[in-house]
């Protein structure tokens, strides 16, 4: 069962242009989402995050949406760098349930790849 | 800068053997997981830990188990490894539990067993 979905396993874009990262989700009890990036050989590292009392969360070139409603949220990188080119990783965790909350559900990744 | 150092880049190990896999962080973080990263799987969680000497199930425990007697250090240890145990062993920690508490990860260590 999984309940974070990225269902484009790779996309490519040109350099300058927007790179625009999917995310579906099947919990609602999640409340927090976050956005990793990896390079090959190295760790996950986070680059943004959002929780569910927002809507929008924007960092330099990154900017996260959340839509509840649609249980979705997106990553948008504008404009797009080659330094962009990596694996995008979407996690989400129920802070706010009393669960489990120390765990972090992540999707499987979406290959970023920006042409010069 | 949070560090998240693991003591192997790279292992090779044959089936049956005993394999133990070191994670150190030097933040003082609460929290430290062990993940495993495959292709067209993504990232599954295997134990965690939230204090010293505490652990807990992830999604995939079978086969593993775990060690946190100090604070900084967390061991993942494979009992007796199988070829499907071949994966990237990626290290976390984090500070809390909530908002504003990424995890953050080790460059990993790519445990091949034959």
């Known amino acids: 069962d999984q309940q974070v979905k990225q269902n484009s396993p790779s996309l490519s874009v040109q350099e300058g242009r927007i790179s625009i990262l999917n995310c579906d989700y099947t919990?609602?009890?999640?409340?927090?989402f976050l956005w990793y990036k990896k390079y090959p050989a190295e760790g996950p590292t986070f680059l943004i995050s959002?929780?569910?009392?927002?809507d929008k969360n924007e960092d330099g070139r990154f900017t996260v949406f959340l839509n509840k409603s649609a249980k979705h949220l997106s990553l948008h990188i504008v404009p797009s760098q080659p330094g962009d080119s990596a694996v995008y990783f979407c996690a989400a965790s129920a802070v706010r349930s009393g669960g489990s909350n120390y765990k972090l559900t992540f999707g499987k990744g979406t290959l970023l790849t920006v042409n010069p | 800068d949070v560090k998240v150092t693991q003591s192997s880049r790279y292992l090779v190990k044959r089936t049956g053997e005993k394999v133990f896999l070191e994670c150190v962080q030097d933040m003082d973080h609460e929290n430290m997981f062990w993940y495993r990263q495959d292709p067209g799987l993504g990232l599954r969680l295997i134990y965690f830990s939230y204090d010293v000497k505490m652990k807990e199930k992830g999604d995939i425990p079978e086969g593993y188990s775990v060690s946190r007697e100090k604070k900084e250090r967390f061991s993942l240890i494979l009992e007796s490894a199988s070829t499907n145990q071949t994966s990237m062993y990626l290290c976390?920690?984090?500070?809390?539990?909530?908002?504003?508490?990424?995890?953050?990860f080790g460059n990993g260590t790519r445990l091949t067993v034959t």
């Open positions: 959002i929780s569910s009392i927002k």
């Open positions: 976390a920690s984090s500070l809390g539990v909530g908002y504003n508490s990424p995890l953050h």
């Open positions: 919990n609602s009890m999640f409340d927090y």
